[in-house]
């Protein structure tokens, strides 16, 4: 099995052209879940460990759906986090950066 194949591939893609760099363990609760750790920088590594020496810059825990939702535009950062539906931990530029990379804009 492809490290990747249970990661929605919009977040592979926007990961991959993004300029974000460091490491990001994503967490999916739920039946299609799992955890990954993407190391972001001149490629996307995605792998489902990492090296004891080594420590996310960022934990993103949710769901499928509420994943796919921050992808799409339905759900805001500060709406899945006030609803709980999200969890960011760690770096705040780097947490900043990926909502940047993610999260489409939204207009009024």
């Known amino acids: 099995m492809r490290p990747t194949q ?9 990961l991959t052209t993004s300029g974000l760099r460091g490491i990001y363990k994503l ?10 750790y993407l190391r972001c ?17 960022v934990i993103v825990r ?10 799409e535009g339905r759900m805001s950062v500060s709406d899945g986090l006030v ?6 931990v760690g770096d705040i530029t ?8 993610i999260v489409p804009e939204r207009r009024s």
Do not use: F
């Not at 609803?83 to 960011?88: A, D, N, V, W």
């Not at 780097?94 to 990379?101: E, F």
């Open 6 to 14: 249970n990661i929605p591939p919009e977040l592979v893609q926007k």
């Open 27 to 36: 967490e999916l609760r739920g039946d299609d879940g799992g955890t990954w």
């Open 41 to 57: 920088g001149d490629d996307l590594e995605v792998a489902e460990r990492i090296s004891d020496d080594e420590h996310p810059d």
């Open 62 to 71: 949710t769901d499928r759906g509420d994943l796919t939702a921050l992808l």
């Open 83 to 88: 609803s709980e539906r999200l969890s960011l």
């Open 94 to 101: 780097k947490i900043a950066a990926l909502q940047r990379a």
